[in-house]
C-alpha cells in the first residue's frame, strides 16, 4: 500500500510550504540541525526548525538553566543565539544543501525587532518560512507576551506578513486567556499557519537553599508534563481557525503525536524528547507510517481532526 504524508503547511500562500510529512523539530531543542545529522538521517524529516532567532546575538540568561521535574524540564535559557547575520552567513548556506525543509524561528521585543528579522530573511537560500515565536515581552506594552492578548498577536502577525514573501507560521503561547481569540487574530492578520504550544510558565525550587533552581527565578514548563494542556489548547485553536495547525507539547511517541493529529493538527513538532531520545522525531516519523499501514490508512489527511467532536 502506498502512503501519502505529505502536508501542505501553507495552502493560502502563492508557493505553499509542502512537507514530505508531518514530523518536524521543535525550535530551541535541535540547534540549527547540524549536531544530529551526525546522528541520524535528517533529510527525512517533515522540516526543521532552527533556534529561536534575534536581531542580535544573545547570551542568554545566567546559569542553571535547565532544571528537570517531574515528567519534564524547565528551561530558561532566555533564547541564547549567534543572531541574523551570523544565521545567514554561517548557517543558511548549508541547509540550501538539504532536501529537508529549514523553518527559522524568530523572537523580538518590539513590532519592528519581528519586522526587520523577517525582511532580513527574506530571498535568503536555504530557509524555507519563518515561525514567528510570540511568547516574547513586548517591552513598549508593559512586558506582558504578544501572544497573551489577539490584539499583540494580531500585530506583529501582520507586520511581519508585511516584511517577506515567505510562508508564516504563527507560535502561540499557552500562558494566555483565550487561545481560540489570539489563533483567529493571527489567522486574520496573514498567518499561514500556526504552530502551539510553546512551554508552560514553571519553577523549581532548591528547599535546602530556600530559592528557586533556575539563574532566572521561572521558566518554561516542557515535556511530557504539559501533553494533556497542549492537546486541549491544539484542540480547540484548530475548532477556531481554518489554516493549518501544528501541534507541539510533550509529544515523545507516536501515539502521542497521533492524539495531536486527531484533535485536528496538520503536522506535530517534538521538542524535549531529542533530550533523551535525541533521534525521537524519526522514531514518531517510522511510528506513524507503521501505525497507517496497520490501520489501512493511506492519506494522513484522512485523520486530521477525527477525534473532533
Ligand atoms: C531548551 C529549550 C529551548 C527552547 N527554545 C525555544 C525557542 O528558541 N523558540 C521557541 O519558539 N520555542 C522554544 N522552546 C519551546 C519548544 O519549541 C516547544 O514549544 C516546547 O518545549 C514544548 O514542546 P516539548 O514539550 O515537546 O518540548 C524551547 C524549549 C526548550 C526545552
Excluded at 510550504?17 to 541520524?40: D, H, R
Amino acid at each position: 500500500m502506498s502512503l501519502d504524508l505529505s502536508i501542505q503547511l501553507a495552502p493560502r500562500h502563492k508557493q505553499g510550504l509542502l512537507l514530505a510529512n508531518p514530523v518536524m523539530t521543535a525550535s530551541g531543542t535541535f540547534g540549527y540541525g547540524m549536531e544530529y545529522s551526525q546522528v541520524f538521517d535528517i533529510q527525512k524529516l517533515g522540516a526543521i526548525i532552527c533556534k529561536g532567532t534575534t536581531l542580535e546575538p544573545r547570551e542568554g540568561n545566567p546559569q542553571p538553566r535547565l532544571v528537570e521535574t517531574s515528567c519534564g524540564v524547565v528551561n530558561a535559557i532566555g533564547l541564547q543565539n549567534i543572531g541574523v547575520e551570523a544565521l545567514i552567513r554561517e548557517k543558511a548556506p548549508i541547509w540550501a544543501g538539504w532536501r529537508v525543509p529549514v523553518i527559522v524561528n524568530i523572537a523580538g521585543n518590539t513590532v519592528d525587532e519581528y519586522a526587520k528579522l523577517a525582511a532580513a530573511l527574506e530571498g535568503v537560500a536555504g530557509i524555507s518560512g519563518i515561525e514567528v515565536n510570540i511568547s516574547c515581552p513586548n517591552i513598549q506594552a508593559g512586558g506582558a507576551a504578544f501572544g497573551t492578548e489577539p490584539g499583540p498577536a494580531g500585530e506583529v502577525t501582520a507586520a511581519v506578513k508585511e516584511a517577506t514573501s515567505l510562508p508564516i507560521l504563527v507560535k502561540l503561547t499557552p500562558n494566555t486567556g483565550d487561545i481560540a481569540a489570539v489563533a483567529t487574530a493571527a489567522a486574520k492578520a496573514g498567518a499561514d499557519a500556526i504552530s502551539l504550544i510553546n512551554s508552560v510558565k514553571g519553577m523549581v525550587i532548591d528547599i535546602n537553599e530556600r530559592r528557586p533552581v533556575l539563574g532566572n527565578i521561572s521558566g518554561g514548563l516542557s515535556g511530557p508534563a504539559i501533553k494533556p494542556l497542549a492537546l486541549a489548547l491544539v484542540y480547540e485553536a484548530a475548532s477556531a481557525v481554518d489554516i493549518p495547525v501544528i501541534g507541539c507539547g510533550g509529544i515523545t511517541s507516536t501515539k502521542d503525536a497521533i492524539e495531536f493529529i486527531m484533535a485536528g493538527a496538520s503536522a506535530v513538532q517534538v521538542g524535549s524528547a531529542t533530550y533523551s531520545n535525541p533521534r525521537a522525531s524519526l522514531d514518531v516519523l517510522e511510528g506513524i507510517e507503521q501505525f497507517m499501514k496497520q490501520e489501512g490508512i493511506s492519506k494522513l489527511s484522512e485523520i486530521i481532526g477525527a477525534a473532533r467532536q
